[in-house]
């Protein structure tokens, strides 16, 4: 038997934050059709997720999911990364279950896309830097800083 | 001009992922909480006397956790919910899903689905329709554990005497809405 809570509560809890972290990854424009399909997918989703433990998290993923598509399908544009004030409500309250993805969300906004973009989305060097719109070498160096900011917090 | 949360109920339940919409609908007795599902009325409760987040929890363990809040499906449940509380709907004409419900429970719900308007029948009455007759306690029990009162009238079952009984909503609901069906209450 299931203990995942009503659907209703991951909008009411968290459609704030998953609409900032997108208006921060593909600007006020894009950000609604991405909110839409965000949404959606965790719906189809939902009722086969085994870990809720973090579903802040999952839709948060979901969403660079969605970001990533809403860019590839503009054609490579340079992603827009939030500056760190407009995402500031997105991450206010850090809560223990939160975990990696809080850490995640403080990092400063190349650092943090480098990290959401390697490993919430799994893309390679060469697609974090297009989707960043500077070199490969940039993209693994940003990618390297927070990893290690990553390590340090948590050690 | 539709929010965005209205775009993504509406596109959830064209794709047939809405399993359980709810909404509050106002009434002479306080608001009520409504639950569809694609196959009809699921639940109706009294936030009154039974905390609103118990009962989407319900929902989402029994029948799935692709509960959202989405008014737009409930529109028919609630424009016939209004007008049986105006006196001028005297039989809903809506599908039942009978989820959260089994066995004798269910026999004896579906037995009190069929009382009239205006009409009442015993506690004993519905034991015996459902099978058993002497089952007048579980009987009760079944009334109180109504998941669609209203439109399920368990406020139109009373006790052999005529006496009131109980009521999920409260006894002054069950007596206005006698009172409102033309029944006399002594």
Known sequence: MTTLPPFQVLIDEHAADVMAVLRGAVGRGDAEDCFQETFLAALRAYPRLEDDRNLRGWLLTIAHRKAIDQHRSNGRRPLPVAEPEELAGATAEPELDDGIWTLVGALPPKQRAAVALRYACDLPHAEIAAALGCSPEAARRSLHEGIKRLRKEMA | ?186
């Open chain 2, 1 to 186: 001009m539709k929010t965005s949360l209205e775009h993504l109920t509406d596109r959830a339940a064209a794709e047939g992922l809405l399993d359980v919409a709810y909404a509050t609908v106002d009434s002479p007795f306080g608001s009520l909480l409504v639950a569809t599902t694609p196959r009809g009325l699921v639940k109706i409760s009294f936030p009154r006397f039974y905390d609103t987040d118990e009962t989407l929890e319900e929902l989402a363990t029994k029948i799935s956790p692709r509960v959202l809040e989405a008014p737009a499906q409930l529109d028919d449940v609630r424009r016939q919910l209004d007008r049986y509380f105006e006196g001028r709907l005297h039989e809903f004409d809506l599908r039942l899903a009978w989820r959260l419900t089994e066995g004798f429970r269910k026999r004896a719900q579906q037995a009190i689905a069929r009382i009239p308007y205006g009409k009442t029948r015993s506690y004993t009455e519905i034991a015996r329709s459902a099978g058993n007759e002497r089952a007048v306690r579980a009987a009760g029990t079944a009334c109180g554990a109504n998941p669609i009162p209203i439109v399920v009238p368990c406020h139109r079952v009373l006790r052999s005497g005529g006496a009131l009984g109980g009521y999920g909503g409260g006894l002054p609901m069950k007596e206005g809405l006698l009172r409102m069906e033309g029944v006399g209450i002594r």
